[in-house]
Nanobody, 120 residues
Framework: QVQLQESGGGFVQAGGSLKLSCRAS????????MGWYRQAPGKPRELVAS???????NYADSVKGRFTISRDNAKNTVALQMNSLKPEDQAVYYCNAKDVVSGIRFIEVWGQGTLVTVSS
């Protein structure tokens, strides 16, 4: 069983910063891509940022220049540093892992989500 556990959500004023962290637990041999998605009320879940095992990041246009994703392959962790937060960044943020090789292979694993609230 592979699980993702997020931490670091909370309340921040516009212009502030938060850092989200996610750790994958279980017997894990490799994870191809780790990333963060978010979902605001009434909106579909959207990709925020992802990073491959090689360290190459990918960002949504709306967060480029403000958010930074990083990954520690040895610890199976991924982090999202969010700066210059805007009210429109307010959402539940979900950690995601794709192509997880454990005792069996998981196509995709999701965390439970952590709420980020940004006040204007």
């Amino acid at each position: 069983q592979v699980q993702l556990q997020e931490s670091g959500g909370g309340f921040v004023q516009a212009g502030g910063s938060l850092k989200l962290s996610c750790r994958a637990s279980g017997i894990i041999y490799s994870i191809s891509v780790m990333g963060w998605y978010r979902q605001a009320p009434g909106k579909p879940r959207e990709l925020v940022a992802s990073i491959g095992s090689s360290g190459r990041p990918n960002y949504a246009d709306s967060v480029k220049g403000r958010f930074t994703i990083s990954r520690d392959n040895a610890k199976n962790t991924v982090a999202l540093q969010m700066n210059s937060l805007k009210p429109e960044d307010q959402a539940v943020y979900y950690c995601n892992a794709k192509d997880v090789v454990s005792g069996i292979r998981f196509i995709e694993v999701w965390g439970q989500g952590t709420l980020v609230t940004v006040s204007s």
